[in-house]
T-cell receptor, first 111, second 113 residues
Framework: KNEVEQSPQNLTAQEGEFITINCSYS?????LHWLQQHPGGGIVSLFM???GKKKHGRLIATINIQEKHSSLHITASHPRDSAVYIC?????????????FGQGTILTVHP | EPEVTQTPSHQVTQMGQEVILRCVPISNHLYFYWYRQILGQKVEFLVS????????KSEIFDDQFSVERPDGSNFTLKIRSTKLEDSAMYFCASRRYNTGELFFGEGSRLTVL
């Protein structure tokens, strides 16, 4: 059974700061998802990673398969980035959608 | 931009009642999923559905739960006789390909009294 752990659980930042959220998993996976859960509860998919690095706007996600670790970075953070960020591991194959989720990181960005 | 839609956004029901949560996945998607999140806890996988049948389910998904795609567009989750512990946010998700990006709905909050 895969264990997915995120750190930190809570993160407070000032607008403009560089943010890093970490995710570790215990069992080899096919892909790692980064999700954003906004205050209303809805979930938006940010990235799906199998290797290396992806960038979208101010968001960057990296994964190190050997170390079973992924990071989500936010450059020049903004109050609208305030949300819960969740990583989720996919075992792949026919179980691709059977994600194991981390507990989430609550990010608050102050103006 | 295409999106996954879920109804209702919030449902309150009495224990023992049947509940149906509805999802309209993105039209050309082939793989469908339900997840749930009990308040304050991690999101959990419930079931995956492909080619009109369940492809995988978790231990949570017992005989009280069922899914179907009755008309080729809606994807429903039925809870036959709700319990207090079924109170949670239920998320539907879909993807076009087995290894493609996942698209989530906004969730349906179920409150069982």
């Amino acid at each position: 059974k895969n264990e997915v752990e995120q750190s930190p659980q809570n993160l407070t930042a000032q607008e403009g700061e560089f943010i890093t959220i970490n995710c570790s998993y215990s069992v080899g996976i096919s892909a790692l998802h980064w999700l954003q859960q906004h205050p209303g509860g809805g979930i938006v998919s940010l990235f799906m990673l199998s290797s290396g690095k992806k960038k979208h706007g101010r968001l960057i996600a990296t994964i190190n398969i050997q170390e079973k670790h992924s990071s989500l970075h936010i450059t020049a953070s903004h109050p609208r980035d305030s949300a819960v960020y969740i990583c989720a591991a996919s075992p792949g194959g026919t179980s691709y959608g059977k994600l194991t989720f981390g507990q989430g990181t609550i990010l608050t960005v102050h103006p | 931009e295409p999106e996954v839609t879920q109804t209702p956004s919030h449902q309150v029901t009495q224990m023992g009642q049947e509940v149906i949560l509805r999802c309209v996945p993105i039209s050309n998607h082939l793989y469908f999923y339900w997840y749930r999140q009990i308040l304050g806890q991690k999101v959990e996988f419930l079931v995956s559905f492909y080619n009109n049948e369940i492809s995988e389910k978790s231990e949570i998904f017992d005989d009280q739960f069922s899914v179907e795609r009755p008309d080729g567009s809606n994807f429903t989750l039925k809870i036959r006789s709700t319990k207090l512990e079924d109170s949670a946010m239920y998320f539907c998700a879909s993807r076009r390909y087995n290894t493609g990006e996942l698209f989530f709905g906004e969730g349906s909050r179920l409150t069982v009294l």
